[in-house]
């Protein structure tokens, strides 16, 4: 049998578990000092929920639970083909929290305040292909505020994320924010069609890893014209593109007005310790999304380590009526990348002490573990090895602070 974790899942040691833990309890306390509550879905959603949610690339990579038992055997008896396929499965697990989250707020809306303001952090699952940066597993930190329309919803999630990455260390960091509203108006003017709107934004989603001129390519590869393509990288060669330009070209403006108002709220709220950009090539892959998206970059890694936006329509997908929406996800598996590579410290971590005994001292053993734990320390019962300086040197790779050995030094020895 293979030791190892299945590509794209980790194992983590003590000292790793460790640095996840203290961030996850961190988000959370933030989280629920800014008035969030806790709330806990299933990894397992339907098979058709999954596939109405327009995720974007994501339902490329969602992992389909088999049918089973008499079921599977009857459609398997039938004939599978190519078209009929799907048929073999009825579940799937969550590629991501929000999908879960408006199957929930559907499912439990009598039992809730609204607006909602509720906080997921758990596991969610894409068949991706395994690389550095590309897990199968890993955890999402997501706050959700549902049943406000009003874009103070979007300022009270950006003040908040902004506070939770303060509080784990991340300080050098923008908040950069669009509208879809804006960016289909743009895509429109250059030639688009409306019902176009979702191939191009996954296509664009992608401009970070392939730049303008691969964005260009896929586009063509999707058999849009060369003109309309060309009109799209003309405009995205500009030298800058401000809130302004794009306002010019809306004849709503409401959407543009929208962010002004978010960002002078946020950079006014945040003491200017929040900067905030508009940035029309931010698109967020998710087809759900129907108005405000934003990302959190850290300066210091180059990098996106927090994203959301607002998705008017997906709970109306189980409810058959549209309910406000909108949400923010840090990316914990990214900040907990940086942090390990750091060899980030976890602050005011217990001190690790550990209590060795011999035959005939576990009792005295156990009243020395528990006073150094009334002292505040994180005690450890091991039975005196043989090898006791090999132990000790083992003891001291793991992190501990110090050792004591009952009935030969009855006080801690700091390493």
């Known amino acids: 049998m293979k ?65 089973r038992g008499d ?24 590629y991501d929290l929000t ?13 809730l305040l609204l607006p909602m303001k509720c906080i997921q952090i758990d ?5 991706e292909k395994p690389q550095k940066g590309r897990l199968r597993e890993f ?9 406000d329309e009003s874009s103070d919803a979007e300022v009270e999630l950006i003040l908040t994320t902004a506070k939770a990455l303060f509080a784990i260390g991340f300080k050098n960091f923008t908040v950069k924010i669009n509208d879809r509203r804006l960016l289909h108006a743009v895509l429109e003017s250059v030639g688009f069609a409306p019902e176009d709107m979702e191939t191009v934004c996954i296509s664009f989603d992608k401009m970070d890893k392939i730049g303008i001129e691969g964005v260009c390519e896929e586009l063509e590869r999707k058999g849009f014209s060369e003109d309309v393509i060309g009109q799209f990288e003309d405009f995205l060669l500009r030298e800058s593109i401000t809130l302004d330009d794009v306002s010019d070209m ?52 180059g990098s996106s380590v927090a994203g959301g936006g607002r998705y008017d329509r997906l709970i109306g997908k189980f409810l058959g009526k549209d309910v406000p929406a909108v949400g923010f996800s840090i990316g914990f598996e990214r900040i907990f990348s940086i942090l390990s590579e750091k060899g980030a410290d976890i602050p005011d971590a217990k001190q690790r002490i550990a209590v060795l005994y011999s035959d005939g001292d576990f009792v005295n053993a156990v009243r020395f573990a528990e006073s150094l734990r009334t002292d505040g320390k994180a005690a450890s019962l091991y039975r005196r090895p043989k090898k006791t300086g090999k132990f000790i040197d083992r003891l001291q790779e793991c992190g501990f602070a110090g050792f004591m050995i009952v009935g030969e030094r009855d006080e801690v020895q700091y390493f």
């Open 123 to 127: 596991r969610v699952y894409r068949a």
């Open 250 to 301: 809306l004849r709503d403006k409401a959407p543009a007005d929208s962010l002004r108002s978010i960002m002078e709220k946020v950079e006014a709220l945040g003491d200017g310790n929040i900067p905030v950009e508009f940035d029309i090539s931010l698109v967020r892959g998710q087809g759900y999304y129907t108005g405000t998206v934003f990302e959190i970059v850290s300066g210091d890694f």
């Open 3 to 67: 030791t190892t974790p299945v590509k794209g899942t980790n194992d983590y040691l003590p000292k790793e578990t460790a640095l996840r833990d203290f961030l996850q309890r961190t988000i959370l306390d933030v989280y629920v000092e800014n008035g969030f509550e806790h709330i806990i879905t299933p990894a397992i959603e339907d098979a058709e929920n999954l596939s109405k949610s327009e995720g974007g690339d994501n339902l490329n990579l969602v992992f389909n639970i088999l049918k």
């Open 71 to 94: 079921k599977l055997e009857k459609i398997i008896e039938e004939g599978v083909t190519a078209e009929n396929q799907e048929a073999l499965y009825d579940l799937g697990l969550r």
């Open 139 to 147: 955890i999402q930190c997501d706050i959700d505020i549902l049943g």
């Open 99 to 111: 999908l879960p989250l408006s199957r929930y707020f559907a499912n439990n809306q009598n039992e």
